[in-house]
């Protein structure tokens, strides 16, 4: 299996429209297999049901100590 590149995103202010696009890109099947993204913000943010479904799979953490090799694939 290929390794990706990392790229960290950020979703910018939560009461914008930056989650949206966010996850509206993330849905992308072309965007996932180009890279593993790393999703910066307020995890709570895609806990709400319209973010949520693009996400499938996704790992929340509480800081970048957590991020991994093993994490990142």
Do not use: H, N, Y
């Amino acid at each position: 299996m290929k390794k990706l590149p990392v790229v960290a995103i950020t979703i910018g202010d939560v009461a914008g429209i930056g989650p949206e696009v966010v996850a509206k890109a993330l849905a992308r099947p072309e965007v996932r297999d180009a890279c593993c993204p790393v999703v910066i913000g307020d995890v709570r943010v895609f806990g709400d049901s319209r973010f949520a479904a693009p996400l499938e799979g996704w790992v929340p953490i509480a800081s970048a100590d957590q991020l991994t090799r093993d994490l990142l694939g």
